[in-house]
T-cell receptor, first 114, second 114 residues
Framework: AQSVSQHNHHVILSEAASLELGCNYS??????LFWYVQYPGQHLQLLLK??????LVKGIKGFEAEFIKSKFSFNLRKPSVQWSDTAEYFC????????????FGTGTRLQVTL | NAGVTQTPKFRVLKTGQSMTLLCAQD?????MYWYRQDPGMGLRLIHY???????AKGEVPDGYNVSRLKKQNFLLGLESAAPSQTSVYFC?????????????FGPGTRLTVT
């Protein structure tokens, strides 16, 4: 079974700082990769996704992620965070042939200070 | 379109009581899922359905039952609630037709079992 690891549990950054959140997955076959964001009190929203092609994918709100197959990684980046990016971020993977079941990481809580 | 809706939004149960959570989607999606979200554990799949009349177990199915009598509805039942089932429950839906495999999430139900 596939699993997802997010090593940063809580990250505190000042506004305008750069962000990188780590995500590693374990699965030997073809995967689809996602980053979801959950703003305080809200439901999950899709930030970006990778299916195939260019390993650098761009999402909403200036976020991007790079799929490095050799490292089984899909790290999320943003050059300059804003206070409004304060949220919890979840990496997730779908292994092919699994009825599109998502396996989530444990999440990273990002706190952006003014 | 309303997307994915969940009722109720909040509920408090006593140990041993039963209840049903309703998920409805108006996107004509084939696949539907129930997750629970607990602090530090991300989202974990409880049960899922790939079509009307079919259900399957996810990662943490014990203590829950589900039914998918209509394509647009997916019910999650707790027959005898336990404090360990205190959690936030999210429903999601997706379709294999578009190939994106993106799951759309509902707003969540916060359940407390005392």
């Amino acid at each position: 079974a596939q699993s997802v690891s997010q090593h940063n549990h809580h990250v505190i950054l000042s506004e305008a700082a750069s962000l990188e959140l780590g995500c590693n997955y374990s699965y030997g076959g073809t995967v689809n990769l996602f980053w979801y964001v959950q703003y305080p009190g809200q439901h999950l929203q899709l930030l970006l996704k990778y299916f195939s092609g260019d390993p650098l994918v761009k999402g909403i709100k200036g976020f991007e992620a790079e799929f490095i197959k050799s490292k089984f990684s899909f790290n999320l980046r943003k050059p300059s965070v804003q206070w409004s990016d304060t949220a919890e971020y979840f990496c997730a993977v779908i292994a092919t042939g699994t009825a599109s079941k998502l396996t989530f990481g444990t999440g990273t809580r990002l706190q952006v200070t003014l | 379109n309303a997307g994915v809706t969940q009722t109720p939004k909040f509920r408090v149960l006593k140990t041993g009581q039963s209840m049903t959570l309703l998920c409805a989607q108006d996107m004509n999606h084939e696949y539907m899922y129930w997750y629970r979200q607990d602090p530090g554990m991300g989202l974990r799949l409880i049960h899922y359905s790939v079509g009307e009349g079919t259900t399957a177990k996810g990662e943490v199915p014990d203590g829950y039952n589900v039914s998918r009598l209509k394509k647009q509805n997916f019910l999650l039942g707790l027959e005898s609630a336990a404090p360990s089932q205190t959690s936030v429950y999210f429903c999601a839906s997706s379709t294999p037709r578009t190939g994106t495999k993106e799951q759309y999430f509902g707003p969540g139900t916060r359940l407390t079992v005392t």
